[in-house]
């Protein structure tokens, strides 16, 4: 019914930018907050940054100051810029939306399939 396909993941070197992408597709009426977290072997999935359909963002302490998380809802896509990347930023981030596909339906969260991140020399 709804899809999330993210892009731009990749290999960068420490001290590098990369841009992730996530655009949600299918039967969407209306697409709420959106976020990207990341997760690592061995350790729980945590948050990166999450955006309101009204563009208020929050931010992990981790990526304050070097991530930026921005949407365009024309697309229903969510951007993460990701400057001065460091090694222990490489990890699968994968977003999520809220989204309803009918009024009679409530809410409910899809996740994208996520895209690998790695930050190395």
């Known amino acids: 019914q709804v899809q999330l396909v993210e892009s731009g993941g990749g290999l960068v070197q420490p001290g590098g930018s990369l841009r992730l992408s996530c655009a949600a597709s299918?039967?969407?009426?209306?697409?709420?907050?959106m976020g990207w977290y990341r997760q690592t072997p061995g350790k729980q999935r945590e948050l990166v940054a999450t955006i309101t359909s009204a563009a208020s963002t929050n931010y992990a302490d981790s990526v304050k100051g070097r991530f930026t998380i921005s949407r365009d809802n024309a697309k229903n896509t969510v951007y993460l810029q990701m400057n001065s990347l460091k090694p222990e930023d490489t990890a699968v981030y994968s977003c999520?939306?809220?989204?309803?596909?009918?009024?009679?339906?409530?809410?409910?969260?899809?996740w994208g399939q996520g895209t690998q991140v790695t930050v190395s020399s």
């Open positions: 999520n939306a809220e989204v309803t596909t009918s009024w009679v339906i409530p809410r409910h969260l899809y």
């Open positions: 299918g039967s969407i009426l209306r697409v709420y907050d």
